[in-house]
C-alpha cells in the first residue's frame, strides 16, 4: 500500500502560478511511474501529466508549454510547476502511483486525497 499526500493548491488570479507537490509513503517509489490528474465538477477526471520511473514525460495537449512534471526520488516526491494558469485549469488535482508488478504483470495504482486549485479574479 503507498500512500500519497498531495499539497500545494489554492486560489490564483489567471496567468499566475503554482506548484504542487505530491509526497509518498513507499520506499520503493523510484520504481513508480507518477502522474497527476484533474476532475473539475461535472467532469471526467483527465491525466494532466506523467513521468515514468526512467524519468520520461508525457502532458495533455491542454497544459503543454505551461506546466512541468518533476520528481525527486530522494525525498520521494513529485511535483507540477504551474504557469500561465486559465480558469479551466480550475479542477482538483490528484497524484497516482502505478507500476506492474515483477511476478504476476499485475497493475497496480494509488491515489491520493486531491489539492483544489482554483484560477479566478
Known amino acids: 500500500q503507498v500512500q500519497l499526500v498531495e499539497s500545494g493548491g489554492g486560489l490564483v488570479q489567471p496567468g499566475g502560478s503554482l506548484r504542487l507537490s505530491c509526497a509518498a509513503s513507499?520506499?520503493?517509489?523510484?520504481?513508480?511511474?507518477m502522474g497527476w490528474y484533474r476532475q473539475a465538477p461535472g467532469k471526467q477526471r483527465e491525466s494532466v501529466a506523467e513521468i515514468t520511473s526512467g524519468g520520461n514525460t508525457n502532458y495533455a495537449d491542454s497544459v503543454k508549454g505551461r506546466f512541468t512534471i518533476s520528481r525527486d526520488n530522494a525525498k520521494k516526491m513529485v511535483y507540477m510547476q504551474m504557469n500561465a494558469l486559465k480558469p479551466e485549469d480550475t479542477a482538483m488535482y490528484y497524484c497516482?502511483?502505478?507500476?506492474?508488478?515483477?511476478?504476476?504483470?499485475?497493475?497496480?495504482?494509488?491515489w491520493g486525497q486531491g489539492t483544489q486549485v482554483t484560477v479566478s479574479s
Open positions: 513507499t520506499s520503493i517509489f523510484s520504481m513508480y511511474n
Open positions: 497516482k502511483a502505478s507500476r506492474t508488478l515483477a511476478i504476476t504483470q499485475q497493475r497496480v495504482g494509488y
